[in-house]
């Protein structure tokens, strides 16, 4: 999977970014997250490649990263092996609810065919709110065109991730020399087409910000960028079942491998009807009013 905790770096080029990873570090810490602020000297200590505008950053030990096109087909095997089954260029047509003595049962008619179960999970991402409109729920989510880029392979240059306070940019070196660069920064959307598009202003947005913190980047070429949907939520997932709709539960978040593993343990331990191993009171639906 590519799995590799080398640590994190915040770059800071000023004093007010300086003032905001204190702050950031402070809340951090108070969570039993291990970060210090370091100066210039211990910065290119750790990364010789960062450019002369970083006069600090925060270094977080603890931050990893992992390669997505590796990890995805590893869960989805392993899921398969557990017994789950995919059903591949299936959608999601309607949703309808029976209740009988035996209790609620629900039928999910899709493009391949009807589905019956006691208990079903929205995990729909940034089209959630589509989903839940099939039962009449209604969800604040909504997608977030985003994009990324990849560089040409190159010799080993970055250990760690490199984000940079007060800008879009999150940065790697993967196993194969190339460097993945984003950071949130806007796609387009083609609303008749459903299918997000890379934007050019963006594109050369994320690569300056990029360059900024790596001055050696602006000598490789991008082969890859690609666009895709990210969800624009209120920064916490939603999770839980849902208020009147016994059996029909959300599991929702922007947070995609970061929190996943966690989340979908929630969710399964909520499921099953076991008491969860971490509190889901702050994040369930009913927190909107």
Not at 25 to 48: H, V, Y
Not at 108 to 131: C, D, L, Q
Not at 250 to 259: D, I, K, Q
Request: aromatic share 6%; glycine share 12%; with cysteine.
């Amino acid at each position: 999977l590519e799995i590799k905790v080398a640590g994190g770096l915040m770059l800071a080029e000023n004093a007010r970014d300086i003032e905001i990873l204190k702050g950031k570090i402070a809340l951090e810490k108070s969570r039993g997250i291990e970060a210090e602020l370091i100066g210039a000297n211990e910065l290119r200590q750790l990364e010789p490649c960062i450019g002369e505008a970083a006069i600090a950053a925060e270094w977080c030990p603890g931050e990893g990263k992992i390669n997505p096109l590796k990890a995805t087909y590893a869960v989805v095997a392993r899921a398969k092996e557990l017994g789950a089954r995919f059903r591949r260029g299936s959608s999601v047509q309607a949703i309808e609810r029976a209740d009988s003595s035996g209790g609620t049962m629900w039928r999910v008619k899709t493009s391949r065919g009807e589905i019956r179960a006691r208990r079903i999970v929205n995990a729909a991402g940034p089209w959630a709110a589509e989903v839940a409109g099939l039962v009449g729920l209604g969800i604040p989510v909504r997608g977030a065109p985003l994009q990324m880029i990849v560089t040409e392979p190159t010799a080993p240059t970055l250990t760690r991730l490199v984000a940079y306070t007060g800008r879009h940019l999150t940065l790697k070196q993967m196993d194969s020399g190339a460097f993945m660069i984003g950071g949130g920064w806007t796609a387009g959307l083609d609303a008749d087409q459903k299918l997000s598009r890379a934007l050019r202003s963006s594109v050369e947005g994320n690569l300056w910000i990029a360059s900024r913190a790596i001055p050696a980047l602006a000598d490789l070429h991008a082969i890859r960028i690609w666009a895709g949907m990210n969800v624009n939520i209120d920064r916490a997932p939603i999770l839980g079942e849902a208020p009147g709709l016994p059996g029909f539960y959300n599991c929702v978040s922007s947070n995609g491998y970061t929190l996943a593993p966690v989340l979908a343990r929630l969710t399964a331990e909520m499921l099953a009807g076991r008491e969860t191993s971490l509190p889901v009171e702050p994040y369930l639906l009913s927190r909107f009013g």
